[in-house]
């Protein structure tokens, strides 16, 4: 039997027709630019996170970085950040010239500590990132307390949690503003890249939507120095189909995670903790295993596909490396960075795929 980490295409196929009716849409409107399906996409998304204010951008990165520069960060500036997670949360604040500074996360969730949050704030802190790695909300109750007591911005990289909820609430209304990824792996996923800043301030909002369009409001009035991070009108009439399919997607994916928690319960490997005030949406679903590598080998030679996110922690890679740090100086990212690895999760996986994956593990560990 053959597993694949994930079919994208059998994914996109499943909505066939009305993608291809939104393609057309847009085709024969003349209109590909800010029009009427970005209009569309942003009063449906920020219904979906129960929020007040979407903006259309051009990715994920572009976000976070829209959102760093509406709340005034830059040079001198120091912004919080996980010590695991991928190198685009890290990027976007250094595009604009702050410093970002790495946090260890809890092992077991592996989402940023908020006890170690509060040790590194200096008086050059201006925000902290959070991000809800593999789906999985952080601790937001203490992570507030936190910032409220020293007055930080709270910016949700959200990439890879659309539709996740903390206490009930929807990832993109838990801090001051979300960045979202339509890369299209994420659980919403577009022919191409896009993305989208959510919040409830109107500020922070039309800020982000003035820099992402050359600084404009009125075409060739330029009220600031901007940036061209649009959405692409096309891929907004997309994600409006994919959206509409979102929340059975997402209960597709918790049925896969609920068989491999059931399934690997006793096996030599650890499987990711579940707060309980948390609804992951399992974007992935990651376990740590020692012998990673020979692991994944003896699964791929059993048909079934496995990803690593992510080899190399930040602070490790050449980009940092002029922040000096050095092996060992973030043990637990190392640790988790070392030992993760992530099984098929997909929508379209069916039981036997997955009960597939279970039988294999339990016979290479």
Request: a negative charge; aromatic letters at 10%.
């Given at each position: 039997m053959k597993v694949p980490f994930?079919?994208?295409?059998?994914?996109?196929?499943?909505?066939?027709?009305?993608?291809?009716?939104?393609?057309?849409?847009?085709?024969?409107?003349?209109?590909?630019?800010?029009?009427?399906?970005?209009?569309?996409?942003?009063?449906?998304?920020?219904?979906?996170?129960?929020?007040?204010?979407?903006?259309?951008?051009?990715?994920?990165?572009?976000?976070?970085?829209?959102?760093?520069?509406?709340?005034?960060?830059?040079?001198?500036?120091?912004?919080?950040?996980?010590?695991?997670?991928?190198?685009?949360?890290?990027?976007?604040?250094?595009?604009?010239?702050?410093t970002p500074v790495p946090v260890e996360p809890v092992e077991a969730t592996y989402n940023i500590d908020p006890n170690a949050i509060e040790k590194a704030i200096t008086s050059r802190t201006k925000a902290v990132m959070v991000v809800h790695l593999y789906g999985q909300p952080a601790d937001m109750d203490p992570i507030r307390r936190v910032c409220n007591?020293?007055?930080?911005?709270?910016?949700?990289?959200?990439?890879?949690?659309?539709?996740?909820?903390?206490?009930?609430?929807?990832?993109g209304v838990l801090g001051d503003?979300?960045?979202?990824?339509?890369?299209?792996?994420?659980?919403?996923?577009?022919?191409?890249?896009?993305?989208?800043?959510?919040?409830?301030?109107?500020?922070i909002a039309e800020k982000v939507r003035v820099l992402s369009n050359y600084g404009s409001r009125v075409k060739y009035h330029n009220?600031?120095?901007g940036y061209n991070c649009r959405l692409d009108e096309l891929q907004a009439a997309l994600l409006r189909v994919r959206l509409k399919g979102l929340n059975e997607e997402t209960s597709q994916r918790r049925q896969v995670a609920r068989t491999y928690i059931e399934g690997l319960k006793?096996?030599?490997?650890?499987?990711?903790?579940?707060l309980d005030s948390v609804d992951p949406?399992?974007?992935?679903?990651?376990?740590?295993?020692?012998?990673?590598?020979?692991?994944?080998?003896?699964?791929?030679?059993h048909g079934i596909g496995t990803l690593i996110h992510y080899?190399?922690?930040?602070?490790?890679?050449?980009?940092?490396?002029?922040?000096?740090?050095?092996?060992?100086?973030?043990?637990?990212?190392?640790?988790?960075?070392?030992?993760?690895?992530?099984?098929p999760m997909s929508p379209t996986l069916d039981a036997d795929q997955v009960n597939y994956v279970v039988d294999t593990l339990h016979k290479v560990l």
């Open positions: 994930l079919d994208l295409k059998a994914i996109n196929m499943a909505h066939q027709q009305p993608l291809k009716e939104a393609f057309d849409r847009v085709l024969n409107s003349g209109w590909y630019v800010l029009g009427q399906e970005v209009k569309a996409f942003e009063q449906e998304f920020s219904a979906y996170c129960k929020a007040d204010h979407c903006v259309g951008v051009s990715n994920g990165l572009d976000a976070l970085h829209l959102i760093l520069k509406a709340m005034d960060i830059g040079p001198g500036d120091e912004v919080l950040v996980p010590s695991n997670t991928y190198i685009a949360t890290w990027l976007a604040i250094s595009y604009t010239g702050a007591a020293h007055n930080l911005y709270i910016i949700e990289d959200a990439a890879q949690a659309h539709g996740a909820a903390y206490q009930g609430t929807p990832v503003a979300a960045a979202f990824s339509f890369y299209p792996g994420k659980n919403l996923g577009a022919l191409g890249d896009a993305g989208a800043v959510v919040t409830n301030n109107i500020d009220e600031i120095r006793d096996a030599s490997l650890i499987l990711p903790e579940v949406v399992w974007h992935l679903f990651v376990v740590r295993v020692e012998h990673r590598d020979e692991v994944q080998r003896k699964l791929s030679d080899p190399i922690p930040p602070h490790l890679q050449p980009a940092y490396s002029d922040l000096g740090f050095q092996k060992g100086h973030f043990p637990i990212s190392e640790r988790i960075h070392d030992t993760v690895l992530s099984l």
